[in-house]
C-alpha cells in the first residue's frame, strides 16, 4: 500500500508543480490575482503536508520557506513584482529539483564496472560489487546453489542509508528477499533474491520499485548462467536476467494480473465511439423494423437478422458497461490514504488516534475522487492537530486516551455524504469569534454560535497558535470549502465543545454511479436513486385512501400521504385521458417523515452514471442531473426530495388560498 | 437575432476557386429557415449539421431550451430561442429524420466555447457563398439569390446563456 500511496503523492506532486509553473508562466494574462497566489499558495501548502508524510524533509523545508513567503505576497497580489515572481519559481523550481534528486539517487540496482565475480560450482556467474558480498556467497554456497536450484536469483543493491528501512520494506511487499546487509559510510549494501518461477513479472515489479525510488531502470548485477539446472523453462537461461538486459520472463497471468495505464481523454473517446456505434445500431434496427415487410417471405432472414442484431445490442452494451467501470474508483482508494495519514500525523502529534471508516463500497468516477482528496486530507488533518485532544487532556476529560477520527461515506438520494469526525474538544464558538476579531475579519453578520463557528472557512483565518507542517495557517478549511463547492457540493458542521465535531460534505452524485429506477410519468421517462425509495409497491388505484383532493396509502399499518409526482411533471402522454386502474407506489423519508408517491410505471432498474446537465442549461431544484440510457437516449433524473417538497409547498398555496378566498 | 458586429462572423473562405470556380475572397455562409424567417450564419461555430435526432424534451419549463439529446455520448441542449418553432409534445414524438410540416427538420450543432455546445433546429439548410462586402457589411442582411436572408450570430442569440 506504500508504494502506491508514495506513488499517488508523487504524481500529484508533479501535478501541482506544472499548475504553480503554468500559472507563473501567464501570469501577466491572469485576471484575477489573487485568487492566483491563493491558488499556488494552497498548492505548495498541500505539496509541503505530503512531504512530511513521506519524509521528503528536504522539499518540506523549502516548501514552508515558499509558502511563507507566498502568505507575504497574498496581502498584495496586485502588486507583485517580476524579482519576487522569479523568486516563487526559483522555490517551485527548488521543490522539483528535490523530487528528481530523490529519483536520480543512487541507483539501487547497480552496475559499477569493477566487480567481484563470484563462482559457484557449476553455477552461474555472479559479479557483486562488494567483497563482502563474494565472502558471503562463499560461505553459503551450499544454500545459494538449493536457492539457484529453486528458481532463485541474487542481485545486489546499494541504497541511500537513509532510505534503506523504507525501500527494504517495499522489496519484501514485491516478494523481493533480503539475505543480508551491511552498512558503510552513508549507504547500506543488500544481497537480495527473488524466485523468479513465483514471480515472473519481476522486471514489472523491480521497475515499479526502481521508480519510486530511483526513476531509472538498472540492470540487475546477476550474470547470465553458465549452466542451469532448474525444472522449468520459466527460470532457464531466457528467464535469467544479463547484466546487459533486465530479467524478461514468460508471463504468467496465474500469478500477477498485468496493469495498464491508460489517459482519461484515451477512455472518454472509446465511449464517444461505443455511442456512437450504439445510435448505427438503434438507426440499423430501426431501418430494419421500417422495411421489414419487404422480406415477409424470407422469415429465416428475418429471424437471423434479428438474432444477430440482438448479440450486437447485446454487446454494445457489454462493452459500453465494461468501458464505463474503467472511469470508476472505489472511494475506498481515498479511505486507504487517509489512513496512512492518520498515522504520520499521529506519529508527529504524539496522538493515540484510531481512524475509523465506513462506506468504502462506493464507487465514484475519478475526476470527483481526484479533487476530493485534498479536502479530506485538509480535513483529517485538522481533526488530528486541532479537534483530537493530547493523551493526557482526554484522560483528565475522563475519555479513553485513544482518540476516533471517523470518515464514512453515505449514498443520501442523489448526494453522497462524507463525514469526517472527531471525538475531540469541539470547536468552541466563542473563541472563534473572539480570534476572527482580533484578525480583523466582518463579524458583523454573526447572529449565533453556528456562524461563528463558520468563519472558519473565512479565508486566512486560523486560531492554531503554531504554523506547524500539519496545520495552522488557515489555509485548509478555506481551501476545502473551494474544492468543494467546485465539485457543485457544500461541507457543513456540527461540533459540540468538549464532544467532538463532524464536517459534513454532502455532494451531487454527479458523475458516480448510482443505482436507479427507471420509471414513466406521464408519457416520459425519469430515473431516480434507489437511494430515495425504501419500498416499491404495484397496486389498484382503489386501494389508496382519499381525504377530498387528498391521498393516502397505507404502509406498515399506517396511514402515510401519497403524492402524484406527475403534478409538477409535464404531460407528454398520447393519450392523457386514459384512465389507468392501478399504480406504482413508492415510498420514501421526507425531512424524517416516510410519506408515498406515485409514478405510473417502474420500467427498470439500472446502473446509471448521472451527468450535469449542459451549461448553458438553466438549472431547476427538480432536475438533479441527466443521463444515457442504454439506448442511447437522455433521461433526465430527479430530485425526488425536491419535487416532494414542490407538491406539498403548491399544496400548502393552494390550502391558504382558498382559505384567504 | 443580429449583431451588431458581424464583421468577424464571416472569415475568407480557404480556396474558393476550386468550389465555386472563383478566384475571389469570397466567404463560406449556412443559410436556413427557422420559423418563418431565413437566416445567414458564419460557419466558423458550426460543428455539424444533423438529422433531427430523438430529443428528450425538458419536464420543466425553460426559457430557451427545448430538450436534450445524445450527440455521440454528450448530453447537447437544443435551443429554441423564439419558441415558435415546434409543439414540445411534437418533439417529444419526432423520431430520427422528423419531417414537420412536410420540411425535413434538422439540427444545426453550434460549438460556441470549449464544451460549450448547443443546437438549434433549422429547415433547409444550406451552404452559401458571400461576398466580402455583404459579410463585412453593416446591414442586417445577405441576399442570396436576390432573397434576404438576417445575419445570425449564436452568441447574439444565446445572450446572456453563454457564461
Redesign the interface.
Known sequence: MHDELLNDFLEESIDLIEKVKVNLASWNQQENKAETIDNIYRWVHTIKGGCAIFEYKETAHIAHELETFLGTLRQKADSVTPAELKRVEEGILAIESTFNEDSTCEPIFTTEPEVTEVQAESEPNFKFKTEYFKEWMEDSEAITKDLYHDGFRFFEIKLPAALSEKILAKLQEYEVFTLDTYQKEEETFCLCSINLKATPEFEEKANLIIKHYNGNWCELIEEKPAETKVDKPVASAEAAPSSSAPVRSAPNAAVTQEVLRVPLATV?SI??????LF?VR??MA?LFKENKHIFKEHLSFIQQFESIDNVIERNIHELESKTMSLRLNPIKKIFDRMNKVVSEYCNQNKKDIQLITSGEGIDLDKKVLDQLNEPLIHLIRNAIDHGVEKPEDRRKAGKPVKGRVELSAQLQGNEVCIVVGDDGKGIDAKKILESAKRKNLDVSHITNDQEAVNLIFAPGFSTAEQVTDVSGRGVGMDAVKKSIQELGGNITIETVVGQGSKFKINLPLTMSVSKCLVVDIR??E?AFSTKSVVFVEKISVNQLKKNGEDQYYEFNGKLIPCFTLGEV??D?R?EPDLPSSYTHICVTSLNGQEVAFRVDEILQTMNIVM?P??????R?K??AG?S?LPG?????LLNIQECLTGIMSNKRGEFHGKRVA | MVSASLKELFTPAHNTEEEFGEAEESVIGLYFKYGNKSYCTSINDVKEIIDFP?V?????A??K?LG???L??????V?DPEGHLIK??EL??S??GAVFARMKLRLIVFE?AP????AFPAFEVGKCEVSPEEAESEVSFIRINGVPHEKFDIRSV?GG???
Open positions: 472518454n465511449l464517444d465511439h461505443i455511442w456512437e445510435l438503434n438507426q430501426h408519457g416520459l425519469y411533471l409535464p407528454y398520447e451527468k446537465l449542459p451549461k448553458i442549461v438553466e431547476h427538480y432536475i441527466v444515457i442511447g437516449n437522455p433521461i433526465f | 430523438q428528450i424534451p425538458f419536464p420543466v425553460t426559457e431550451t436534450v439529446f445524445n455521440r455520448g454528450n448530453i447537447i441542449p435551443m414540445i409534445q417529444h414524438r423520431k430520427a460556441i464544451e460549450m455546445t448547443v444565446m446563456n453563454i457564461l
